[in-house]
């Protein structure tokens, strides 16, 4: 390819029904020579588009990487997006992104490249590529993989064969392609399964998914939100009938919109920018799948506008077409210029599209779109918090420290407020908050209690838990902002960078997922998160219509504004 200073001399403007496609002229000592064309997209176009987290090494990589393949010749075209669309030109940018829905759908395959690292080899992959292939071959006769695997665990005489590629499932779904917008993307667009390719070993992304089904069992839960994510927005995208009446929904244009974002949580985009522009080539997939309106020009992607203006836009629009509050909900907030309730899009919750709220929220913005009114209850005033672990770590003294912390400055007061004895409190607690392998939290925890109670005679810190699934998990169960209010009930703050202050209130409002935080100012309220509680009532009969129902909540519009 030519100098970045001659990038004008590389691209030349695409009509609206051209794409650029790649084809490699040459290859010598490590250079890539390539060469672009103006092609118009048809059906009848044969191409391969390329999946890989940007990076010039990683291009390089996933090029030299593919011309090892070998149905690929020197006249197969490539859809490679860094180099075929002029990422220089926001004018440019702004109308191939919404067309990447049919670049990717109208691919002959789709090829997810993917460097290989210290913790995950090519030879690992070689491993895990052959077992998904005898996963493949058996399944193809009809035995589905769970059953491959218990018949499996007959003939080895257990379940310790499943470790190994456990482990390097592990590695390899938590490397950044997985975890990029633009790939899940990718993924879920492609008519096919993508293959993913890493050196010279290859596994279509369908066996990859057998592959998981086959080694997890209740000892190794094979839970990767990640690949989770991809699969439930591919068959959202590709059986999209099926799914909307598995959800019991007929969503419109911004409903489409809002469950593409909340089905992926966090996820990675070098530009913030990108944190909604990456999603919108499966919400067009789906509008014209369900025959719905196309979005309002004014959410157009625009890379001339700031992110923060983006992302205001957008959830303006969500709220004023879904009143589903939801799209509230961050992990962490770092947004300037914006009012306080405008979502950190780069910080969604986990996975909310089960959580429906059956009332809407009855909510008014306000002429400038700086001010939200929503229907709320006022319940209580914030007491105390913990703050985050200052170490967090599996030391047995810093687990024991956390704990006591915990039991003072939150179990305790509680019980006080609501003359609870502790262990119902604590039982509470892993009820409503603890959500998975509650037995296995709640047995560390009461182990960690009785060393309070009962010191051993051992220096602690010189201990540690074993580094597994229970014991990592236990560990960000703990490593948490808690909440106690003065009506005692206590829970998660679930923004884990956000300040909580004196004469902060707790707020129901009709339409959310979870009770929110709210800090009284002069024009009003700032919103400052929203938290997971232990009164089974607050976290989730706030989404039933007969909840605000009841006399003895006296609800009124609550003025949100910035900060």
């Not at 209690?449 to 838990?465: G, K, R």
Request: proline residues 5%.
């Amino acid at each position: 390819m030519s100098p970045p200073d001659s990038i004008h001399m590389i691209y030349t403007p695409l009509s609206n029904s051209d794409i650029r496609l790649l084809t490699v002229e040459s290859r010598d000592e490590g250079l890539i020579s390539c060469c672009l064309h103006k092609i118009p997209l048809s059906v009848e176009l044969k191409y391969t588009a390329l999946s890989y987290v940007w990076g010039d090494q990683s291009r390089k990589k996933a090029l030299q990487d593919i011309l090892q393949l070998d149905w690929f010749t020197k006249d197969s075209y490539l859809w490679v997006d860094a180099i075929c669309i002029n990422q220089d030109d926001n004018i440019e940018k702004s109308k191939q992104i919404p067309r990447m829905a049919q670049i990717y759908s109208s691919a002959s395959r789709v090829i997810a490249s993917i460097v290989p690292t210290d913790g995950l080899t090519e030879d690992d992959f070689k491993l895990l590529s052959g077992l998904a292939q005898e996963v493949k071959s058996v399944r193809d006769v009809g035995i589905d993989p769970v059953t491959l695997g218990q018949s499996m665990d007959e003939k080895s005489g257990g379940d310790s064969w499943r470790q190994r590629p456990y482990d390097l499932l592990m590695e390899l779904t938590t490397l950044p392609w997985f975890s990029r917008v633009w790939v899940r993307q990718e993924v879920a667009l492609a008519a096919e399964w993508p293959t993913i390719l890493i050196g010279r070993y290859q596994m279509p992304m369908s066996d990859l998914c057998d592959l998981w089904c086959t080694v997890s069992n209740e000892r190794l839960m094979f839970d990767q939100p990640r690949l989770r994510g991809m699969a439930n927005i591919r068959m959202m995208i590709h059986h999209t009938g099926v799914v909307l009446k598995e959800l019991g929904l007929a969503l419109d244009t911004s409903g489409l919109l809002l469950h593409v974002m909340l089905s992926y949580g966090v996820a990675k985009a070098t530009l913030p920018h990108d944190q909604i522009y990456g999603l919108l080539g499966q919400v067009y997939a789906l509008i014209e799948k369900t025959n719905n309106p196309p979005l309002p020009s004014q959410l157009t992607p625009d890379y001339t506008k700031s992110y923060e203006q983006v992302y205001h836009e957008f959830v303006v629009y969500i709220l004023e077409h879904t009143r589903d509050l939801r799209i509230l909900e961050t992990v962490s907030r770092e947004l300037d210029g914006v009012p306080s309730w405008v979502p950190d899009l780069r910080h969604l919750g986990s996975d909310m599209t089960w959580n429906i709220p059956k009332v809407k929220a009855n909510l008014k913005l306000s002429e400038s779109k700086n001010e939200l009114r929503v229907e709320g209850v006022r319940t209580s005033i914030f007491q105390a918090f913990l703050p985050r672990m200052a170490n967090a770590s599996l030391c047995l003294s810093d687990l024991r420290d956390r704990v006591n912390d915990f039991e003072e400055r939150i179990i305790k007061p509680s019980a006080r407020i609501t003359n609870t004895p502790l262990e119902t409190v604590r039982k509470k607690w892993f009820d409503n908050v603890s959500k998975n392998s509650k037995r296995e939290e709640e047995e560390l925890y009461q182990k960690l209690l009785a060393i309070i109670v009962e010191p051993p005679d051992i220096n602690l810190s010189e201990y540690s838990l074993v580094m597994d699934d229970a014991s990592v998990r236990f560990l960000v169960f703990l490593d948490n902002i808690y909440v106690v209010f003065q009506n005692g009930n206590f829970g998660v703050c679930n923004r884990r960078d956000a300040a909580i202050e004196k004469g902060d209130i707790l707020c129901l409002f009709k339409g959310a997922h979870h009770p929110s935080i709210l800090r009284p100012v002069a024009s009003g309220y700032v919103f400052v998160a929203s938290c997971t509680l232990t009164d089974y009532i607050y976290s989730n009969d706030i989404r039933e219509e007969w909840f605000f129902n009841q006399s003895q909540c006296e609800a009124s519009l609550i003025n949100m504004t910035t900060e």
